[in-house]
């Protein structure tokens, strides 16, 4: 028996923490089900501020969060974005007489070191069997040795911080002395400041990347659908890396035979090592894939959706998303089932010119009521005075359905030649790679 649903019925009020594009997509979902009764989203943007209430409260100030939650009677919280998460936000519900029977969608502290440190996560890896590139972790004490082990690997080499660098912390060096070098910057000056006081160097893989994402409620899971994102600011994939540019979904070369080898090689151990471990986990899982010579292998965990991914992941979910996460919060995520939209989606990021070093923010942006048969997704936007501004490097995601990914990605384009904002930006060539 559902007892969650019962007892929520269609009545829940839902705090949706964080304020980029992946957020807008969950508050597009979220309003869209038969359960929900009203949405806040803190502290949101111009576009969930269209669909929900954005409330001034930051994700990381957890008191602010729970006065917020108890005076509006929130039923359930969902954590968008892995900073709350690896200060433990979860825990923190968890452990409090008030708000303890508040499910909160996210894992657990210590699961959310899946992300918040690369060297957990290494552990865990090759704990449970699960395949990854070999490696091994050093400190300032023990440089000379991580300088001393990257003569043994062959180049390119890779140098991840240990801890969260928002996505910056990975270098990928060619050559020999100047990884040793940057080690060394890393370790010994603070590179990227508390996030490289751990660096993990890892042997290099070439391949094709995919994401693969799933959502669990710590015992049974779901495979949501594939997608592939394009990080580097230039076309052709060139450039420097940033949050990322676009996506498509489902991933054309992630056929039944590759998903098979990732559920039964990754998905499956990684869910069950987390039960084995005691690790307490009702949320999403993200896996970043290299797919060498046809099997698959992890290049990281993300603890939470990917961000454009969930842009076109989400809206192929038809199952009512609210249906979802209680079953989460209920540990019965087995007697739901998942529908999928057949059709693919395509996401186009536009982007603040200058992007992703620096950039001006408050540009007006125009043509946004113009757009038609594509789904506007805001990222760093504001309102102001009944104008929607820039407010950020990533400004709109644009998603389209298609056929197929080149449909798609056409109706995106033909949607942003509608959009307006000065020195706006964004990659011509999404899915080039595909064709």
Known sequence: MHTFLTQHNNNMTVLLLGSGGR??????????????HKLFVAPGNAGTNQIATNINVNPLDFQGVKEFVLANQITMVVVGPEDPLVHGIYDFFKNDAQLKDIPVIGPSKTGAQLEGSK?????????????TAAYDSFTAETVEKGCAFLETLQPPYVLKADGLAAGKGVLIIHDLHEAQTELRNMLLHAKFGTASSKVVIEEFLAGIELSCFVLTDGKNYKMLPTAKDYKRIGEGDTGLNTGGMGAVSPVPFADVVLLEKIETRIVKPTVEGLQKDHIDYKGF??????????????????????????????PRIQTDILQLFSAVASQEL???????????AATIMVVSGGYPEDYSKGHAISGLENVTDSIVFHAGTKSDEGKVITNGGRVIAVTSFGDNYAEAIKKSYQNIAKLHFDKMYFRKDIGFDLT
């Open 285 to 314: 899982i993200f896996i970043g894939l290299i797919i060498v010579k046809g099997e698959p292998m992890v290049i990281e965990y993300n603890v939470r959706m990917g961000d454009p991914e969930t842009e076109v992941v989400l």
């Open 334 to 344: 087995d007697q739901v089932s998942l529908q999928i939209d057949t059709r693919t």
């Open 23 to 36: 957020e807008h997509a969950f508050a597009y979902k979220i309003v869209q089900s038969s359960l929900c």
């Open 119 to 131: 060297e957990f996560a290494k552990q865990f890896l090759v704990k449970h069997n699960i395949p």
